[in-house]
């Protein structure tokens, strides 16, 4: 396991408990040093990527672990399907407002998403609607509905122009269908901070993707678990599970709603405890659920008392709650 970038310093419990993370380079040795002990405490095989901003927004490593390495990307790759189909919105080819019909037969009934909770087919939503489920509750019935508006070749294609050779999807025998693929921790990251930068996509689509991966449904357990409401709402995030991965990567955001750090954890094999227990349990109680939710706490105190200039592309807004009416 290589976590180097700044985080070799090894300080007493005394010391560490005194390192309050005011700088980018502190943050990122407490980041590197939380990561340590929580992924070996979790067990399994990670590949990661960890990223701290400098005020003056130029990232520095805090953890770079088998980075490289081609992952099974699992649900974290539905980003990448929203990059693709946002992608044909810039262009003028697709609407977000176009509706796509859900019948009886594209319906994936799991465990997992809303769509197989509906019960009323033919029905139809927005490419818009689609893409929200996509991301925030993970359907996969989402995936499908995405396929219809942009199938397989062409966000493989998309992805491929922007640089990113092995974050792809799987084309399936029906040319409208396909598999979430592999990618890796850094193409995942580089993924995040262009798409914050405004790199990616047109300021609109920009706002849009990270405003529903910032919503309070999108996904709650992992970095996001031990934070308050209002502290989630600073946080970007997708996770990814299926077998034995247990996948996330996200953006945390700064005080003045600069993107600060990045990050994206890949996790896979045997982790510690029952594994008859963990093999199917893609909650909070997963060893490496808990691990990210140890470490969610770290990015975010992290990044909060980072001072910043002003973001030059993406900057996270604070939400309203509401009652209905």
Known sequence: MDTTGTGQAQESDVEWGALIPTTADRARRRIAREYRRETRRAGGTWSSLIGVADPDGVLGTAVEDDADRVVEAYSVNKVAVAVAVLDQV????LTLDRRVEVTEEIVIR???GIFGLDGAYPSSVTVGHALAALLTVSDNTAVRLSGLVCPAVEVNRILRDKGFAHTRVVPAADPDRFFLGT???RETFTLLRKLVD???LSAASTTHLLTVLRSPISFTDGIRLGLTSAERLNVATKAGWCEDGRNEAGIVFG?????????ALFASGRFTGDQAVTADDYSATHPALRARAALGRTLYD???RIAASRPRGYRARPGRAYNGG
């Open 198 to 200: 405004g790199e990616l």
């Open 110 to 112: 799991a465990a997992d």
């Open 90 to 93: 810039d262009r003028g080819l």
């Open 255 to 263: 005080a003045a709603g600069e993107p600060v750090i990045t990050y």
């Open 183 to 185: 990618t890796t921790p």
């Open 302 to 304: 992290s990044a909060l």
